[in-house]
């Protein structure tokens, strides 16, 4: 039985760490219009730094909501491309995720969306009328042509693989509240300079007098940009929902000289 | 009454100073997309730099003319989001162009093109269904939900806001001839470098034998690159209509080491 | 008689050295979109370093078959723009190339493909319509309506100009085997800082023991990245059917401090 609630939208989003440098990415949608034509296919990111997979997880779980159900979100973050890895097809919300099994989608599970998760057997892919697939460019290969006949119609998740609950997670957590304190960190800097956290809008609303700090600084928090003086830090919750450092009409990561993985806490202030 | 000449063709540009490394494009998209399935987007540029109202402004009065009338040409480029400057939609030619009130559409007033300018009422906005607007992606909760009803022709300009002519028209000057001598600056820098003035070719056309100044260095007019020797400091009027100064296969950036701001003179040749 | 085995998909590929930074390309969709509203236009690449047309006729000839019979490919990569440069039309196996005869299309030769190539004549040029035409902006001014024709099934390639030989092949050598050796170059780099040879796999294949070697180093030749330990050098056959150097979760480029150009030997290891 192929029961399936996904009901195709004809919308294919892309997530990748190809860059748009080389015809990588052009390539995957010439493989997508061969076989859905009228493929709507939209680029999310090709710009994820190279084999960041969980990075690429954080923004794709962030921003497919802004995509109509029936959507088939296509990520290719793939350092373990050829070998055995399984690639997994989710399905989350009424949307259909693919991407290696490494991390990725382990963004969606702490969101607690319980992705229903399959991953591709050989029969399935082949069924498919798949052949010469390339050792490198599984993007081209496989994930191009599962999703043209996922978005099309043509093939239901069911018919991929049999459900399963030992994918990898990798590391996407979510702060908690404890002691009266949120410790997260910076997980991606925008083009902007934006130091952007896991930590969520929701768990700093349980604090009554939120304090910010990066190191030793204590950071005011605003609503927007523009309520700060421009070359000041401030702290805001962004509209991907969590907590992000920036400087008004500035870098907070050059003015910082901070990146990735820097510790960001949220305390009670209580004195 | 909400008349209106615009004839929508379902064309939707974009022109932001998002980048493409981060989401926020195809999340744009993706709202876009959920209002109107069938809008064909295009990306005019994204990589106007951080907060350039004024650049951006000046590429898309002199880009728009390209595509069909009927186009709807969204641009966010928007350092206020989230406070209380207005959004702007302005009919041109039988375009739409939708703006933040920052001078960005200025650019369009001083090409003579008389834009129809209204501030988007917040009763208009909600009457659309648009809710949960954050404080700082206008271009997805905002801009994109706006654009996509223009662009399906359910919604007319004359029902976001009443005309209005304070706008900003921020500082989009096209230099005039005065005592034989046309005074300009450097704009905007493209991707080969070519450093691109707003001096009109139809000034320049007024002098007889005009000669091209930047700084101390006189710079031959030509017809086109190839008329050049590589490595040479050519002038031309540029396919936008404008004075550039370009260095034949190769940079004049680099290698005058000048950038945005830089005065050009063009003035007759006397002796 | 204007026959012709063309039978237009409606896809439209664009290859330039225009960047994503500046309008180029967005316009040239317009003027796309202005005569074909139903085209689909994607994206192949406009990073080919600036008037690298052998580098743009390398991808694209290693590309278009990922697309749909049908499909127009334009290639933009122009110094020659409004000098006495001829612009061909290609058909290659069902596709339709255009490009500035300049070397880019080369590429196709040494592939075997055997394009049947024509040269844009003015008469026929004027006779779709095309006015006004920049000396410097042909990708927006001619190649865009023409491609937009041709993608419509409103024109065949044999009304453009009559069949000629005499076109530019550029550089595009492909090493054959010579005493046991197989002597390439690097001919692009990727985003990934992968170095990629005009080593054809095919070639690579006659030997029974082949040893890469670039510079003093000899690689080891693997299947794919995953093969080898990060940080290790490696030599395999890429998706597109060439020799490619990596370095497993980094950059060749930057570890070997090489480039295009350098050179990259196969041979037969013999004690």
Redesign the interface.
């Known amino acids: 039985m192929n029961e399936t609630r996904f009901q195709p ?3 294919i ?1 892309l ?1 990748t760490d ?14 997508l ?2 076989r859905l ?1 009228t493929a ?1 296919i ?6 994820v730094p ?2 960041a997979a969980e990075e690429a997880g954080f ?2 779980a ?3 909501e ?3 159900q029936g ?1 088939v979100h296509v990520a290719v973050v793939d ?5 055995a ?1 399984a690639i997994l097809c989710a399905e989350v919300a009424g949307h259909l995720l693919l991407a290696p099994d490494n991390g990725l989608l382990g963004a969606f599970a702490v969101k607690g969306l319980a992705p229903a998760v399959r991953a591709l057997t050989p029969t399935a892919v082949a069924s498919l009328g798949i052949r010469a697939v ?4 599984h993007g ?2 496989i994930f191009a042509p599962v999703a043209a006949e996922l978005a099309a119609g043509r093939c239901a998740p069911a018919a991929l693989g049999a459900l399963m609950s030992d994918w990898q997670r990798g590391r996407h957590d979510l702060p908690t509240l404890h002691e009266g304190s949120l410790r997260g960190r910076v997980v ?1 800097i ?3 300079g934006n130091l952007i956290t896991n930590i969520e809008g929701a768990a700093l609303a349980s604090l009554a007098r939120p304090q910010v700090r990066i190191g030793a600084r204590v950071v005011p928090l605003h ?5 700060a003086r421009a070359g000041d830090l401030l702290a ?1 919750i ?2 991907f929902g969590v907590l992000e450092l920036a400087v ?2 500035g870098s907070a990561s050059e003015q910082l000289g901070l990146g990735r993985g820097t510790v960001v806490e949220v305390r009670e202030l209580t004195e």
Do not use: C
């Open positions: 939208s004809g919308i989003t997530t190809f860059g748009l440098r080389d015809p990588f990415v052009g390539v995957m949608k010439g493989r219009l061969a034509a709507s939209v680029d999310l990111t090709h710009e190279p084999q923004w794709l962030r921003s497919f802004a995509f109509p959507t350092p373990g491309v050829g070998t890895r390339s050792a490198t460019f081209r290969d991606t925008d083009r902007f609503r927007t940009y523009g309520d805001l962004n509209a008004a009409q």
